[in-house]
C-alpha cells in the first residue's frame, strides 16, 4: 500500500490497514529515514513535530 508516513493520517491509514490484513502486530521495524526530532524516539512526538519536513 502507498501512504505518506509523515502525515499523522498516513500512518493511521497503514495501521488500519495492517490491523485488518494481519490482525494485529507483533513487531515494528522502522526503516522511513532519517530524522532531526528530539531524543526519546517517537513517544515524544507531538503531531506539530510530524507535520516538519526536512529542507
Do not use: N
Amino acid at each position: 500500500m502507498a501512504a505518506d508516513l509523515s502525515t499523522s493520517a498516513g500512518c493511521d491509514e497503514v495501521a488500519r490497514a495492517v490491523e485488518e490484513q494481519f490482525d494485529g502486530v507483533d513487531i515494528v521495524v522502522h526503516v522511513a529515514g532519517g530524522s532531526s526530532a528530539p531524543a526519546g524516539g517517537f513517544a515524544v512526538l507531538d503531531d506539530d513535530e510530524w507535520q516538519k519536513r526536512s529542507p
